[in-house]
């Protein structure tokens, strides 16, 4: 057994500890279609849960789930300039409807459409042109729609889970009767998705908006929650957009007020995706393997028996099955506790190292001498893999819960810790573009500047050839105004600029 | 107020008067996309309520839950001949990763792919090839996945549920060691169907194996359970397909057996979709709209505050809210009882009408009077609308679980009742081609007819041209061997013929 059970470690080659923590906790793989991901169950149930908090939050804010088509005719796209520009480069585009065979027995495409058609890279084209039909008047609004589906944006260079040509989100498309209201819904979900990424998955964010080169094609804003990965990098971690009237008036979606006057309706887009899983393991995992912050994990504790005989494995699996019992009617973030036993006929050493590198928070042996002393032998995630305390059954069914939360509070605080020993406050360009060094560096590539700098394309200019962006203008924290660093434009408070995927 | 809320009714017009109810419903609507349709809110909630049940099914049944790539490569449909054959006449294939703005301001497809790709119409070949990969020894075995998704099978002659080119579903697909555990699967799946038709949509289905040429392409045999809608057409509810060995040896989907010989694996695969959203309809709606087996209805309880003055509102409110607070305390089929306030400003008729048509089990009315008298006027979805019952506030919070176990099952006895009624042993051809009528006549189309059937070409040969087809061969229910009528073979027991969507 090497120091570690993945290699190359973190510090060694940071991009392929990566994609090897993902083989070692068997969550995804890439497929023999270009750029597609294969999401394993163990990854899709990471999903799963993120899935169900989310869409209570949306559904407690007052969102209705609906589904809308895959394909968008080429027409829909073309109404709105900038976002086409924005994802024309990047579409999967449907031709035809048929194939036939051909004499050397290849299937070639026949009936070709009328008009070809886009498979989604987004919706707002679609979804906009249903509510420009069902909308009429105020009494209409606002719309509040979530879709949980798959898009598809063509990339060249893909990464699992980070991007991919297809990959599953959920994209909240809002209509509004007024300016201030679309804005207040916009900045209310960007709320909801600071809270889910911080008390759920255990990752801190910076949220703000997005200086205007960043913005998603066709917004008024885009705000973004923006999470720091071990490596220094920042994520966007989900994005919620102001529309303004830009999308309704491509797609005349009006309505007549209480004063009887025509308007267009005032829209808003936001959405995370499964690019959270990836967030999650940039931010927790560790060069064993995956770490997961329990109120995401598919299993909090599992339960591992230990025994030669056939004897002793009855006697064993009977106190791991009443173990069982007690925690599912223990809870933890208001739901039962999630708990298995691995009853499976292979070597105790490699079943615990499957949970280690799965990311299980509690791990659980129960062997004959623990039958004897009442006792078991707990190991936490977060703590080394043959640190065990021994503990009665009594004691570890009463506190597994506040182990849980002491697993996912601690998980939260030492990437914040993380973060703020990876950011720095610099007053000149010079000092910023030394702290992140070369872009081809290995090792933590610098972390979060927070600069003063004008929203202005000569700081985009200046900042894109080191691989560096201004992510977003932070909307909370102690901060005052100031000069930009570049253009000695004034600022109201200061930006975060990092490297990104 | 014409007699019913629905024009035409289901006498006068059954194809429109289904499209009417979707509309009155508020369920879907065909998109400006050819073929797809948008799922709406209150019909997206019943395909998430029915979700949630299948899924939990599923995971009982020891399946996990993954993710595999929207697109299929032509090559790997090519490797199953009768698979192609089967599918290859509507796909929906992309040819191109791109688009550009010409000269005209039209966007073009370009970047054309070296492969093209099909949107999956459904996943074995695909879901086959990442099985081959994963699966070494019998020790990876039995591999049990199943995947929540979109799929395209362009149609031309969609209909809202029923046919639409994209719809969603469940797609299990399992590999086995052995033939014996494969068909347990098989059959196990078609249970879960039958008892998930039955008991949650409170729809009586027949399940059975199809004849030859009704089977999935590429499949050994195709199990389904099937319905009787209220024209008396049958309805496929659901499929659960054995394979055989067909699809691994197309994909090389082998293992190492415990004798150490390398064998191929033998898989099934198993679905249903947003279909069953028609079939629900088409099995309870009546001449006012839909009618929701409380297991799958997104409100249980509909309360209907009534008043006048802003006094009477609030004292009317704090009743209702309690209500409600009574009715979450208590449960309907293991969950809390779905209870909702319409506090919405509009004519009390309208609002009653639109909980009828929109097919919510119970609806309370709490006015001035009934808080005087501490009472509550209950009516049930499946009593005629005017029909109410006047009860204390304390017997209704008491009863509602009842209610609603008493409208689950009347559903499930009136459909049955409906199908014995409609259904027939016939003993010649011509009593069954007599029974039928023509193809194109109103009302009620026959229904099910129980004949002893060879599975012989012979038999679709004479059926298909009246637009009949046998449907399956009933695994149970009393029943003898007998002579097929068309072909004189001996049959192991009677068929069931009749028309279908």
């Given at each position: 057994m090497?120091d570690?059970?993945?290699?190359?470690?973190?510090?060694?080659?940071?991009?392929?500890?990566?994609q090897?923590?993902?083989?070692?906790a068997?969550?995804?793989?890439?497929?023999?279609?270009r750029?597609?991901?294969?999401?394993?169950p163990?990854?899709?149930?990471?999903w799963?849960?993120?899935?169900?908090?989310?869409?209570?939050m949306?559904?407690?804010?007052?969102h209705?789930?609906?589904?809308?088509?895959?394909?968008i005719?080429?027409s829909?796209?073309?109404?709105?300039?900038?976002?086409?520009?924005?994802f024309?480069?990047?579409c999967a585009?449907?031709?035809?409807h048929?194939?036939?065979?051909?004499a050397?027995?290849?299937?070639?495409?026949?009936?070709?459409?009328?008009?070809?058609?886009v498979?989604?890279?987004?919706?707002?084209?679609i979804i906009?042109?249903?509510?420009?039909?069902w909308?009429?008047?105020?009494?209409?609004?606002?719309v509040?729609?979530n879709q949980w589906?798959?898009?598809?944006?063509?990339?060249m260079r893909?990464?699992?889970?980070?991007?991919?040509?297809?990959?599953?989100?959920?994209?909240?498309?809002?209509a509004?009767?007024?300016r201030?209201?679309a804005?207040?819904?916009t900045?209310?979900?960007?709320?909801?998705?600071a809270?889910?990424?911080?008390?759920?998955l255990?990752?801190?964010?910076i949220?703000?908006?997005?200086?205007?080169?960043?913005r998603?094609?066709?917004a008024?804003?885009?705000?973004s929650?923006?999470?720091?990965?071990?490596?220094?990098?920042?994520?966007?971690?989900?994005?919620?957009?102001?529309?303004?009237?830009?999308?309704?008036?491509?797609?005349?979606?009006?309505f007549?007020?209480?004063?009887?006057?025509?308007?267009?309706?005032?829209?808003?887009?936001w959405?995370?995706?499964?690019?959270?899983?990836?967030?999650?393991?940039m931010?927790?995992?560790?060069?064993?393997?995956?770490?997961?912050?329990?109120?995401?994990?598919?299993?909090?504790?599992m339960?591992?028996?230990?025994?030669?005989?056939?004897?002793?494995r009855?006697?064993?699996?009977?106190?791991?099955r009443?173990?069982?019992?007690?925690?599912?009617?223990?809870?933890?973030?208001?739901?039962?506790?999630?708990?298995?036993?691995?009853?499976?006929?292979?070597?105790?050493?490699?079943k615990?190292?499957?949970?280690?590198?799965?990311?299980v928070?509690?791990r659980?042996?129960?062997?004959?001498?623990?039958?004897?002393?009442?006792?078991?032998?707990?190991?936490r995630?977060?703590q080394?893999?043959?640190?065990?305390?021994?503990?009665s059954?009594?004691?570890?069914?009463?506190?597994?819960?506040?182990?849980l939360?002491?697993?996912?509070?601690?998980?939260?605080?030492?990437?914040?810790?993380?973060?703020?020993?990876?950011?720095?406050?610099?007053?000149?360009?010079?000092?910023?573009?030394?702290?992140?060094?070369?872009a081809e560096?290995?090792?933590?590539?610098?972390?979060?500047?927070?600069?003063?700098?004008a929203?202005d394309?000569?700081v985009?200019?200046?900042?894109?050839?080191?691989?560096?962006?201004?992510r977003?203008?932070?909307l909370?924290?102690?901060?005052?105004?100031?000069?930009?660093?570049?253009?000695?434009?004034?600022?109201?408070?200061?930006?975060v600029?990092a490297?990104?995927?």
């Amino acid at each position: 057994m090497p120091d570690h059970a993945i290699s190359p470690t973190r510090a060694e080659d940071y991009p392929e500890w990566y994609q090897q923590v993902i083989r070692a906790a068997d969550l995804a793989e890439q497929s023999p279609v270009r750029g597609c991901m294969v999401i394993k169950p163990h990854g899709y149930a990471i999903w799963e849960h993120m899935q169900a908090i989310l869409d209570r939050m949306f559904k407690e804010t007052g969102h209705q789930n609906a589904y809308f088509p895959l394909f968008i005719p080429l027409s829909y796209l073309e109404k709105e300039a900038q976002h086409v520009e924005g994802f024309a480069k990047e579409c999967a585009v449907v031709t035809h409807h048929r194939l036939e065979l051909n004499a050397e027995g290849k299937l070639i495409p026949t009936g070709k459409l009328e008009e070809p058609l886009v498979v989604r890279p987004t919706s707002e084209t679609i979804i906009g042109a249903m509510y420009a039909k069902w909308i009429q008047s105020w009494r209409d609004l606002p719309v509040l729609i979530n879709q949980w589906a798959n898009v598809v944006r063509w990339e060249m260079r893909p990464r699992l889970f980070l991007r991919t040509a297809e990959f599953l989100w959920q994209e909240g498309h809002t209509a509004h009767a007024t300016r201030e209201e679309a804005i207040e819904e916009t900045l209310r979900m960007l709320e909801v998705y600071a809270t889910f990424a911080e008390r759920d998955l255990a990752m801190p964010v910076i949220k703000g908006p997005k200086p205007a080169q960043e913005r998603f094609p066709g917004a008024v804003d885009t705000y973004s929650i923006e999470a720091m990965m071990q490596d220094g990098k920042a994520l966007q971690a989900g994005t919620s957009h102001f529309l303004g009237q830009n999308f309704a008036k491509a797609q005349e979606m009006k309505f007549s007020s209480v004063s009887g006057a025509e308007e267009y309706c005032w829209t808003t887009s936001w959405g995370v995706s499964t690019r959270l899983i990836g967030a999650v393991i940039m931010t927790h995992a560790d060069d064993d393997g995956l770490v997961l912050p329990p109120r995401i994990a598919p299993t909090h504790v599992m339960i591992l028996p230990i025994h030669r005989s056939e004897e002793e494995r009855t006697a064993v699996l009977e106190c791991c099955r009443k173990l069982e019992a007690d925690l599912l009617a223990s809870r933890f973030a208001d739901a039962p506790i999630r708990v298995r036993i691995d009853t499976r006929d292979i070597r105790g050493g490699d079943k615990v190292w499957q949970h280690i590198k799965q990311g299980v928070p509690l791990r659980v042996e129960i062997g004959p001498r623990d039958l004897v002393s009442g006792s078991v032998s707990v190991s936490r995630r977060d703590q080394p893999p043959k640190q065990r305390a021994s503990m009665s059954l009594a004691e570890f069914v009463q506190t597994a819960p506040k182990l849980l939360e002491e697993l996912q509070n601690g998980l939260l605080e030492k990437a914040r810790a993380f973060r703020e020993t990876h950011s720095v406050r610099l007053a000149t360009i010079e000092s910023v573009l030394d702290f992140f060094g070369p872009a081809e560096g290995q090792g933590v590539q610098g972390g979060f500047a927070h600069v003063h700098l004008a929203d202005d394309p000569a700081v985009a200019a200046i900042l894109e050839p080191h691989k560096l962006s201004v992510r977003c203008i932070p909307l909370e924290g102690d901060d005052e105004p100031g000069i930009c660093v570049v253009t000695g434009l004034p600022t109201v408070r200061r930006s975060v600029v990092a490297r990104s995927y």
